[in-house]
């Protein structure tokens, strides 16, 4: 679905990563993780082409987008939707008219098939009868479903997500991944999140690869729980059994003697 090869990432003369090289294969849940300042959202605007390349190259399906001309490019990215960090819905417009946003773009489709579009994808996130709302309305964990449905305008066959996690309560984030496998599951929605949230990592996550800020690239690839328990980089270790510590450290400890 994804290849990555020999990537390098930065701004103007300071380079943040290099020699970046991985595969997403369909239907994965790829996260990339790894500590702050280690190039996770650099690496996403690299893949989805906010931020064009040092040097390297990303492919979709064999096609190169690194390389590919104007029309390639807008039909390449007709593939993949992107959920961003901090939802990036249009404030003046309904939820309706965020989710037609991408059909109007690169579509074109009747206005009233594409509110029956519109009106499917909130259906699928949970969403159903908030077509009217605005932005402001909404609690967080609704915007994060609505920017999930305008994501999903297209049936896109990969959907990256930068942070979903932010700005949500541990319940309202179990839902959002329960969201997440049940795109994944009925459409065959490939995913590539990015994110430092670890329950997420081990609920979701088919493979992980991990970046360091010192190292300026990936020191370890795998399932998470495997290189948990087996890896032999302390830094790998440390970061995916950091929420296991802390479940301990706020786990209650055993009642205080009788006086």
């Known amino acids: 679905m994804i290849e990555v090869k020999n990537l390098a990432c930065g701004y103007g003369d300071t380079v943040i990563l290099q020699d970046i090289s991985f595969a997403v294969h369909e239907r994965e849940v790829l996260f990339v993780i790894g500590g702050s300042g280690c190039g996770k959202s650099t690496l996403l605007r690299c893949l989805i082409g906010l931020l064009k390349p ?3 190259d990303v492919s979709y399906f064999g096609k190169s987008f690194t390389a590919a001309d104007a029309t390639q490019r807008r039909e390449i990215l ?6 961003y960090q901090n939802n990036a819905l249009w404030s003046s417009m309904t939820l309706a008219e965020n989710v ?5 773009e690169h579509t074109s489709l009747t206005r009233e098939y594409r509110q029956e579009i519109v009106a499917l994808k909130m259906t699928q996130v949970g969403l159903a009868g908030s077509e009217e709302q605005y932005p402001s309305e909404l609690s967080g964990g609704m915007k994060k479903r609505a920017a999930l449905a305008r994501a999903l305008a297209l049936d896109p066959a ?3 997500f930068d942070e979903p996690s932010t700005g949500l309560d541990p319940i309202t984030l179990r839902e959002m991944d329960r969201l997440i496998l049940q795109v994944r599951d009925t ?3 490939t995913m590539v999140i990015v994110s430092h949230q ?3 990592v081990y609920r979701l996550a088919d493979r992980v690869i991990v970046l360091d800020r010192e190292a300026k690239g990936i020191i370890a690839e795998g399932v998470p729980a495997e290189l948990a328990a087996t890896s032999t980089d302390a830094r790998v270790r440390g970061f995916l059994n950091l929420e296991a510590d802390l479940t301990r450290r706020h786990e209650p400890g055993p009642p205080s003697p009788a006086k």
């Open 54 to 56: 040092l040097r390297g």
């Open 78 to 83: 007709k593939t993949f939707g992107v959920l």
């Open 100 to 104: 037609a946003l991408p059909l109007e």
């Open 158 to 160: 990969i959907v990256f």
């Open 187 to 189: 459409f065959g929605t």
């Open 198 to 200: 670890l329950s997420s």
